[in-house]
Nanobody
Framework: QVHLVESGGGLVQAGGSLRLSCAAS????????MAWFRQAPGKERECLAI????????YHADSVKGRFIISRDNNKNTVYLQMNSLKPEDTAVYYC???????????????WGQGTQVTVSS
């Protein structure tokens, strides 16, 4: 059974940083592209970043480009999202997701984590 478990969310002041982690189990991690999405109340789930199986290529949405960085460690079966210069509008539940396809920006991934709350205060 596949499990994706996010951690690292919390409350932070505007301008601060957080690092989210997503630990995967039950799948051959290196066979999957990984992504981070977020969803704020009343809004659609938004794709923030995607990374290829090897980590050699990444995609970042314009809304987070230059502030957020996706990375992965295939030896630890973990994907990360480093979030810098956080803004109140970054407040949302953040999800990691896994799929064998790359560069899927729609929330059509095979596997999802349960989400972690990120709250940015002004």
């Amino acid at each position: 059974q596949v499990h994706l478990v996010e951690s690292g969310g919390g409350l932070v002041q505007a301008g601060g940083s957080l690092r989210l982690s997503c630990a995967a189990s039950g799948l051959t991690f290196s066979h999957y592209a990984m992504a981070w999405f977020r969803q704020a109340p009343g809004k659609e789930r938004e794709c923030l970043a995607i990374i290829t199986r090897s980590g050699g290529h990444t995609y970042h949405a314009d809304s987070v480009k230059g502030r957020f960085i996706i990375s992965r460690d295939n030896n630890k079966n973990t994907v990360y999202l480093q979030m810098n210069s956080l803004k109140p509008e970054d407040t949302a539940v953040y999800y990691c997701a896994a799929d064998e396809r790359y560069l899927v920006k729609e929330p059509e991934y095979a596997y999802w984590g349960q989400g972690t709350q990120v709250t940015v205060s002004s």
